[in-house]
């Protein structure tokens, strides 16, 4: 069977493993979750107890979570070059430092500010904000110095680490914490992603439009028909 990637929205960090998938050139079906409401639901917590996209419900029926994993088995999945370096490469450890780095530093730089958001205490929200406001600063400042003079994140094309770098960017456009312009280096990488079809790809998936694929996508499966197959607990 297909794989499917159950994607939250609006604007979920899982809009990474839908660019690689895309990339993978592997046949895989997308269900869609609403956040807060669906990703909360009973229906969806069969697959992700923890109520948090992404989830992956594997070819061979397996169901797992975390984009990390989630990224890295695509990665095994197809030979691509933008799958980012094998295990047994040099540049192995640059994706993983990457990847690392944008899920522990920058998407948890967000977090204070989508509490005070999401409905935190009235009395909690502005120390939210001023906390998630001073990290989200130090860890653009710690990624511009990452990518230093290159290109992409890791070797000499786009790869898995810039799809997951393009989800998680953008969140600054809502909580509009910095200027782009103070960071010219990752607004050039992003700007050289939003070129890709697979990124043009998965915005329009993510807002409901026509996407056109440049990969193997098979269109989307409802939430109540993907549990077919999958190897789910009783
Ligand atoms: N550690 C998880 C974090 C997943 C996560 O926090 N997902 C968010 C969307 S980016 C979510 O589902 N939030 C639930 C909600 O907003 O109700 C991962 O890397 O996949």
């Known amino acids: 069977m297909d794989p499917i990637l159950f994607y939250g929205v609006p604007a979920g960090c899982s809009f990474g493993a839908i660019v690689a998938l895309e990339w993978s050139g592997r046949p895989y079906r997308l269900c869609r979750i609403e956040m807060p409401a669906v990703v909360a639901s009973p229906a969806y917590r069969r697959f992700n107890p923890l109520g948090e996209t992404p989830t992956f419900l594997s070819d061979t029926g397996e169901v797992f979570s975390q984009s990390l994993a989630i990224l890295q088995h695509i990665a095994r999945s197809s030979s691509d070059p933008r799958m980012g370096p094998g295990p047994a490469t040099p540049d192995f450890d640059r994706l993983i430092e990457s990847l690392s780095f944008l899920h522990t530093s920058l998407f948890s730089a967000f977090s204070p500010l989508w509490q005070a958001f999401e409905g935190a205490e009235e009395g909690e929200k502005e120390v939210l904000r001023a906390i998630g406001r001073r990290r989200v600063r130090k860890a653009f400042d710690q990624l511009a110095r990452l990518l230093g003079g290159r290109t992409w994140l890791v070797g000499d094309g786009p790869t898995v680490a810039d799809a ?18 103070d960071h010219p280096t990752l607004e050039a990488l992003r700007a050289r992603l939003e070129r890709e079809p697979a990124v043009q790809f998965a915005l329009a998936v993510e807002h409901g439009q026509e996407a056109r694929s ?5 269109g989307h499966v409802a939430l109540a028909e993907a549990s077919r197959g999958a190897r789910l607990a009783a």
Not at 164 to 181: C, G
Not at 214 to 218: T, Y
């Open 164 to 181: 997951y770098f393009m989800a998680i960017v953008r969140w600054n456009d809502f909580h509009k914490v910095l200027d782009p312009a």
């Open 214 to 218: 440049s990969g193997q996508f098979r």
